[in-house]
């Protein structure tokens, strides 16, 4: 069930904000406007989720959806190196989050070791986007 719904999400996220073009631009309505529809989004998605036994992690699903729809967004919308920069950091830590509850379903060692690789990922992708 949490995979049909992340994969809906997934779907959801991507019909949502069109590909980006390559060059930088601002469209602060547009922008607006997807940011709104994608909160929206979120909402539902989350209230789907407290129906489910494993509902925490498919919040986390929810936000790692909601956080790729906004990376989508600023790339579309609002181009900048600091916008992006902030959704990128905002992405990693979205998808530790839902690497942290998968873990916590681990014990030991396959929990220690789970743990370590979602640090380092999210250590990776924070410092490429200039995050701490």
């Keep these: 069930m949490n995979r049909l719904l992340a994969t809906l999400l997934a779907s959801v996220a991507g019909a949502t904000i069109a590909a980006a073009p390559a060059?930088?631009?601002?469209?602060?309505?547009?922008?607006?406007?997807?940011?709104?529809?994608?909160?929206?989004?979120?909402?539902?998605?989350k209230d789907k989720s407290d129906a489910l036994t494993k509902e925490d992690v498919c919040e986390e699903q929810a936000d790692?959806?909601?956080?790729?729809?906004?990376?989508?967004?600023?790339?579309?919308?609002?181009n900048t190196p600091d916008r992006l920069n902030a959704a990128h950091r905002k992405l990693a830590e979205a998808e530790y989050e839902?690497?942290?509850?998968?873990?916590?379903?681990?014990?030991?060692?396959?929990?220690?070791?789970?743990?370590?690789?979602a640090t380092s990922v999210r250590t990776a992708a924070l410092a490429e986007h200039g995050g701490n």
């Design 98 to 117: 839902l690497a942290e509850e998968k873990c916590d379903a681990m014990k030991g060692n396959q929990k220690d070791s789970c743990m370590n690789t």
């Design 23 to 45: 060059f930088a631009q601002s469209d602060a309505a547009g922008y607006r406007a997807a940011m709104q529809k994608i909160e929206k989004e979120h909402e539902g998605a």
């Design 64 to 78: 790692v959806a909601r956080a790729k729809a906004e990376l989508a967004a600023a790339q579309k919308y609002d």
